[in-house]
């Protein structure tokens, strides 16, 4: 279940759907050709070579300048002033023994880890000019260059800059950074990149798509982890059971030839039992008991039937006849021999002993074998409910993500439908509107000149009247109430 989720998650497509599959050509950062502030943050990273004692951290740098690499210890924030908008950024991670004031390593002795180039322009354009908490892959110091100095690759740095994002969550052995990167202007009072408590509403909106991107990652990197866990616990519970049922199998194995060996000594210690008790019977002296009954080690071991009498020859090619020509008596000779036999006797006891403590030491190896294997059936039931309970927990947390995404997608396009609304009722009433305001103009422009000119030819009359007067000798005293009058309506014209 969680391939067919990084399947179907992994394609990309998901950003792109809820953002409405166009770039971003505007947001956090202002594209007009002048210089901006950015503030760059690396919050994590991993599958590092990383030795005891050494402490990681990171630079940014323009690769337009030759100086000006700001460093800053992981969680801090990392300033750049004065970049254009078709610069790339080379970050790169660090490692060293201590890490002293402002995140410049204490001493002389430091090497990198990992490197990735940050073109601004891409980031502005498809990236919704900002990135928040998200996993980009690192390459080799030096790698980049080497190799495009060679002619084998591109000097396409986008194109570069969105492998490293998509296979971020994905490659889980691949030295990785979680990064953050916006406008300086955005970060807010404590320091915090993009999602502050303080942060305006048009900016938290603008921040919504590094923040699903950022969701989408973490899910991909989620079940990818799960199914790593799976593959582990998997070889792991084969490689126990081969090894319990091997070793079981070697304890059975020499438990069997311990019995065997067993059940050899005693086939021996019946036949040495009847020769000697045959040797007793010919050299007229008094029969000894049987050794099962004598010796408390082999009490308990089931005794078979004496043999019949085999001849004068004993196991092992012993001889118990009398050699001829001797010149001692045939009951000196005979009592040697059941002497050498009391003896051989006592040496197979002895061994039949030591066999049987082997097998007792290998039944309890076996047994504990036995029970260790138990054990490891138990911890990988143990574990495999464990993953059970890891995929459900997983599925739950995926449910609720894409209920999160689903009500965020709603809103996207409750929201882009309430624009598109807007717009259509704006060019409504545009369309509607401009004719009547320029119609009402142009007629109001004709009335204003209508009233011009004859306001013109009303200061002529009373020019002339005035004139008239003054040639036939009246009084011109009304003539200041005139003029007033002249400069008031002069006013009102000019007001309107």
Not at 190 to 212: F, H, N, S, V
Not at 215 to 244: N, P, T
Not at 359 to 364: D, I, K, L, N, Q
Not at 416 to 430: G, N, P
Request: aromatic share 4%.
């Amino acid at each position: 279940m969680a391939s067919d989720f990084l399947e179907k998650v992994g394609g990309g497509n998901f950003l792109r759907a809820a953002l409405g599959g166009r770039e971003c050509t505007s947001g956090f950062f202002n594209d007009q050709g002048q210089t901006l502030d950015v503030s760059t943050v690396c919050h994590e990273v991993r599958s590092l070579d990383l030795k005891d004692g050494e402490q990681a951290y990171v630079s940014v740098r323009d690769l337009r300048r030759r100086e000006g690499e700001a460093f800053a210890q992981m969680g801090m924030v990392c300033n750049l002033r004065a970049l254009e908008l078709d610069t790339t950024l080379l970050l790169r991670v660090w490692v060293d023994e201590a890490a002293g004031a402002g995140g410049k390593p204490a001493s002389g002795e430091r090497r990198v880890l990992g490197e990735v180039r940050l073109p601004l322009r891409r980031l502005i354009q498809s990236y919704n000019a900002a990135l928040y908490h998200t996993w980009i892959t690192l390459e080799s110091p030096g790698l980049h260059d080497s190799v495009a100095s060679l002619g084998f690759i591109s000097s396409d740095d986008g194109a570069t800059f969105d492998q490293a994002i998509q296979d971020g969550p994905k490659q889980l052995s691949q030295p990785k950074a979680c990064i953050s990167i916006c406008r300086s202007s955005d970060v807010g009072s404590t320091g915090k990149i993009l999602w502050a408590a303080d942060i305006a509403p048009e900016l938290r909106a603008a921040g919504w798509g590094p923040l699903l991107r950022s969701q989408q990652q973490h899910i991909v990197l989620g079940a990818a982890l799960h199914l790593k866990c799976e593959r582990q616990a998997s070889q792991l519970s084969s490689a126990s059971a081969e090894s319990s049922s091997k070793q079981s199998s070697e304890l059975q194995d020499r438990v069997r030839g311990q019995a065997e060996e067993i059940e050899r000594l005693r086939e021996e210690i019946d036949r040495l039992h009847s020769a000697h008790s045959q040797l007793q019977q010919q050299s007229g002296y008094p029969q000894q008991q049987n050794i099962f009954s004598t010796n408390p080690n082999l009490a308990d071991l089931p005794q078979r039937p004496e043999s019949p009498p085999r001849g004068r020859e004993g196991l092992g090619g012993l001889s118990i006849t009398q050699a001829p020509g001797q010149g001692r008596p045939a009951g000196l000779g005979q009592d040697a021999q059941a002497q050498a036999q009391s003896r051989r006797l006592a040496d197979t006891e002895a061994r039949l002993a030591d066999a049987e403590a082997r097998e007792h030491r290998a039944t309890e190896q076996l047994r504990d074998t036995i029970a260790e294997a138990d054990s490891l059936r138990r911890e990988c039931d143990q574990q495999r409910e464990e993953a059970h309970n890891v995929q459900m927990e997983l599925d739950k947390i995926s449910t609720e993500a894409n209920g999160k995404i689903e009500a965020a997608n709603d809103r996207i396009r409750t929201l882009r439908s309430r624009r598109d609304e807007a717009e259509q009722e704006l060019q409504t009433l545009k369309a509607s509107t401009l004719p009547l305001y320029q119609e009402e103009k142009n007629k109001m422009e004709a009335e204003n000149r209508q009233l011009s000119e004859q306001k013109e030819a009303l200061l002529r009359i009373v020019e002339d009247l005035h004139q008239t007067c003054i040639a036939a000798g009246l009084n011109t005293a009304g003539r200041q109430s005139i003029d007033n009058i002249t400069c008031t309506i002069t006013q009102d014209f000019r007001l309107s």
